[in-house]
């Protein structure tokens, strides 16, 4: 018999009602939970409102034939089992049976002995199959995501965009701060797309010397300059059938940009020394730290390789907010540099994270991970305790609450407008002292250490209103 804790449904559909009776006594009695149906309107209908574990009909149904009632469980539920009995079935039913998905077919008179085992075999199947779904779907989940840690809300919308994106060849621009993870979300852009099995080329624009960038965008032939001895593939052919990652393209010089414009538009290219046009088959992502609308404006980027370039956006939010990741976030890290170290630090304690949630983490997951390596690294216990965390020499490397803005001073090494920093400042200060004076420029100009004259001036060329 059946474990009763783990009772399954079959439906049974016979329009001879003694038949019906004699099923559902021998399915209950070995701890099933038998559903009859008399007819295959009423076994359609059934299956229109819930699934079953399995179906056993017969074949002559004098209203309909139970082949439409195994079309339809199939169309409907495509791992549920279906088991035809019929006394009058010929080969050629039974053969249309087995084509359309049947799981078996038993003529009558059956042996109620052989049929049990038969039924029991069915379920057994469907059991290893549903196990083997879920099985596929958790290795599917660990190879594209498995780098990345976090269930936020909106770490969740990402990877939902993730997943739709994948499907497609469009550009993707992918944005955000430094250290969020930009360079995973593009690899599982890749790893979930048609192209996982073709090269997956990282390109750091902001890493490239401006005189070789053309030729190593582009490749060059021998002999187009000094020291080109053979003919190279650039990134974009070594690319060809997979992706191309363009990190930090907000660092391309205008003049590549024009000659990327049109690779990236038409997908062709020119090697530097060459003479003939290259095609290439290749999904282009692209990723920055920059307000690159704002490039726009200022004349540092092409509008038409913008709108190229973003034809979708991914954005990716800074650490401080997805703090519910935070937790997992440092036990992954914990886990990680624990095993690379060899040494036994298995968690991270509930005080260790309150503190790290009070930080903001201006260098994102980055920053976090290298604070935990180095927590791991130095800890003497197999927790992570506060006192391991060496916070106090993990100084803020930031400015914030002008405005409602932060800077942060890591962003210099990939070029910032000092005169928008400063700017914004001022006009904080600015207001800041009118507020204090309640609105006396000559007042506020003593606070800010400033004579009347240059206080004015300031004001208006921060465009703030004059003294009437």
């Not at 000559?442 to 208006?460: N, P």
Request: charged content about 30%; aromatic content about 6%.
């Amino acid at each position: 018999m059946v474990d009763s804790e783990k009772q399954q449904r079959i439906l049974i559909c016979d329009d001879e009602e003694s038949m019906l009776e004699v099923l559902e006594f021998m399915l209950t009695r070995e701890g099933y939970e038998a559903i009859p149906a008399n007819s295959g309107a009423s076994a359609i209908a059934l299956l229109e409102k819930s699934a079953f574990d399995l179906i056993l009909t017969d074949i002559r149904l004098g209203d309909t034939t139970g082949i439409d009632v195994l079309r339809v469980a199939k169309k409907k539920y495509p791992n549920m089992p279906v088991i035809m009995i019929s006394a009058y079935a010929t080969t050629e039913t039974a053969v249309t049976a087995m084509n359309e998905g049947a799981y078996d077919f038993v003529p009558k008179p059956f042996d109620n002995r052989e049929l049990l085992q038969t039924i029991q075999k069915a379920l057994q199947l469907k059991t290893v199959e549903s196990e083997k779904i879920l099985l596929d779907d958790e290795l599917k989940k660990t190879l594209h995501f498995g780098r990345i840690v976090g269930a936020s809300p909106k770490m969740n919308k990402i990877l939902d965009m993730v997943v739709q994106v994948a499907k497609t060849r469009t550009n993707v621009l992918i944005t955000g701060e430094s250290g969020t993870g930009k360079e995973l979300i593009a690899r599982s852009i890749h790893d979930l797309s048609d192209r996982q099995r073709q090269p997956f080329v990282v390109v750091n624009c902001g890493g490239i010397p401006e005189a070789l960038m053309e030729s190593e965008f582009f490749g060059h032939k021998k002999g187009a300059f000094t020291g080109a001895i053979t003919d190279t593939k650039g990134f974009f052919e070594i690319a060809h059938n997979g992706t191309i990652f363009l990190d930090e393209i907000g660092e391309l010089t205008m003049n590549l940009q024009v000659k990327l414009l049109r690779a990236v538009q038409e997908r062709v290219f020119k090697p530097v020394g060459g003479t003939s046009d290259i095609s290439v088959d290749i999904r282009i992502i692209s990723a920055t730290n920059k307000n690159l609308e704002k490039e726009v404006i200022a004349g540092n980027f092409r509008e038409d390789l913008f709108y190229r370039l973003n034809v979708i956006e991914l954005k990716l939010p800074p650490l401080r907010e997805r703090k519910d990741d935070l937790k997992a976030l440092a036990q992954h890290f914990v886990e990680k540099y624990s095993r690379e170290m060899g040494k036994d630090v298995v968690k991270i304690s509930a005080y260790a994270i309150d503190l790290l949630s009070k930080y903001d983490f201006p260098g994102n997951i980055r920053e976090l991970e290298n604070l935990i390596e180095r927590s791991v690294a130095l800890s003497t216990t197999n927790i992570i305790l506060p006192e391991s965390l060496s916070l106090s020499t993990h100084k803020r490397r930031w400015i914030e609450g002008i405005e409602g803005k932060r800077f942060d001073l890591d962003e210099v090494e990939h070029g910032v407008s000092l005169d928008d920093i400063i700017e914004t400042i001022e006009r904080a200060y600015f207001n800041k002292a009118l507020q204090c004076s309640r609105g006396s420029k000559k007042e506020a100009a003593k606070l800010l250490g400033m004579t009347f004259r240059s206080f004015r001036y300031r004001l208006e060329k921060l465009g703030l209103g004059v003294e009437k």
